[in-house]
């Protein structure tokens, strides 16, 4: 496959006031993506699934056939690397950039096909692969910025892997592109690929005194331009039913059932205001992901989300007065919750570093788009290596349409985020 390249302005350089960028991203993404790593919940072990350590693998030579004698994969499922300071100024930030490799495990990520369609136009995309599955252009108002865009999505038979095989694909590329101009300044930069990000432990192993990075920048959100600097805040919630058995030929007055206990449970919710589906931009939600049980215990495990820490206190105390509710018609059952934090706004520690979000926003500038600030309803490894002491913002990926056989990615997307990640070297550089 060819590269790309497009003139672009190193704004600022010491040394290169122009350069112009050449692209192996797509070529990248499009082989990463048929790489089967989808992350396992009901697994103990780190990584979850063996085969994230086929892309870790992978990743790690490629790197080392880059130039970079020290990226090596950890028996944990991590992806390390170091690109040497081509400046000699001495008090430049050690600055990581970092992607996860794992996928969903909503949807199938084996056997991916991905479907390159050139010079977008407009109109709806019908996968190949499933007709029923089609990007409507009516429900994804993006595709109306991609007109003469290179869309990539899979066949409709799965996702697709943009997220977050994108952000790894795109810290790829600056990588080559970097080591290939020495003549472009910036200090020593960091490259950390994770497992199991999709499944809430993806930096559970990250050994961050041998990464050694004073900031970090994962490349894992939306739309060309965005910046995230704040997340949901998220805790995890059980509720175990401890019912009542007997014959059921004889059980009238004496059975309490405890699968009806927790139907009942999630009956009770809220239909609108408090879930997913009836939710958007700064609203939180109470969500049921799972449900195990038989006649005599049963339980039920919730996802609780807000964007402020009362906001999710006033949730988990909402779940707990339905349960005590409903434990009124069933005497002699009982229930208990418990809860556990999952991770916290990001913001609570982004905002004591407000250079990291406006370096973001200059380099995507330099990259020629329009910076936008923004919140993730959701969590990236980054609000976790935040509180763990390393800030972390969140940078597009160009992802869209995550965890679903309806994924897409723009290449021209993936080129400015390439490029991006180029631009943030140099104005670290530059500041110090």
Not at 221 to 240: C, K, N, Q, V
Not at 373 to 381: E, F, L
Request: include cysteine; charged fraction near 25%; aromatic fraction near 6%.
């Amino acid at each position: 496959m060819v590269p790309r390249s497009g003139a672009a302005s190193l704004q600022g350089s010491s040394d290169v006031t122009a350069i112009n960028f050449d692209f192996t991203v797509l070529e990248r993404f499009l082989r990463y993506v048929t790489i089967d790593t989808q992350s396992d919940p009901h697994s103990e072990s780190c990584p979850s699934t063996e085969k994230q350590k086929d892309l870790g693998a992978l990743l790690a030579q490629e790197l080392r056939e880059l130039g970079l004698a020290d990226a090596h994969l950890d028996q944990q499922g991590y992806v390390y690397a170091t690109i040497p300071a081509t400046t000699a100024k001495q008090n430049v930030p050690v600055i990581c950039f970092c992607a996860h490799m794992d996928t969903s495990p909503d949807c199938s990520g084996a056997g991916v096909k991905p479907q390159v369609w050139k010079d977008y136009q407009g109109g709806d995309i019908v996968l190949p692969g499933d007709s029923s599955q089609v990007i409507r252009r009516a429900e994804h108002p993006a595709l109306s910025n991609q007109i003469g865009h290179d869309i990539v999505t899979g066949d409709g038979t799965t996702l697709l892997g943009a997220d977050n095989k994108a952000g790894v694909a795109e810290i790829m590329d600056a990588a080559r592109f970097l080591l290939a101009h020495p003549e472009i300044k910036h200090g020593t930069l960091k490259i950390l690929f994770t497992p199991d990000e999709e499944i809430g432990r993806g930096v559970d192993k990250v050994d961050l005194a041998k990464l050694g990075a004073d900031f970090a920048y994962t490349m894992d959100g939306e739309s060309a331009g965005h910046i995230e600097d704040e997340t949901f805040s998220a805790d995890s919630a059980l509720i175990t039913i401890e019912g009542v058995s007997a014959h059921p030929g004889f059980a009238k007055g004496k059975i309490e059932h405890a699968i009806k206990i927790a139907a009942a449970i999630i009956e009770r919710l809220p239909k609108t205001g408090c879930s997913p589906e009836t939710t958007e931009g700064r609203e939180g939600f109470l969500h049921p992901i799972g449900i195990t049980g038989t006649l005599e215990k049963a339980s039920v495990s919730f996802i609780v989300r807000d964007f402020t820490e009362a906001g999710l206190k006033d949730k988990e105390t909402l779940l707990q007065s339905i349960v005590e509710e409903v434990m009124l018609d069933y005497p002699r059952s009982r229930a208990r919750i418990e809860i556990q934090p999952q991770y916290r706004n990001m913001k609570q520690v982004l905002d004591r570093h407000p250079e990291l979000v406006e370096n973001a926003r200059e380099a995507i500038r330099r990259a020629g788009l329009t910076p936008v600030t923004a919140a993730i309803r959701g969590g990236t490894d980054g609000a976790r290596l935040s509180f763990m002491g390393l800030p972390c913002p969140n940078v597009f990926a160009g992802e869209h349409a995550f965890h679903s056989r309806l994924e897409w990615v723009s290449r021209q997307d993936m080129e400015k985020a390439v490029e991006t990640i180029v631009h943030l070297a140099t104005i670290f550089e530059e500041q110090a």
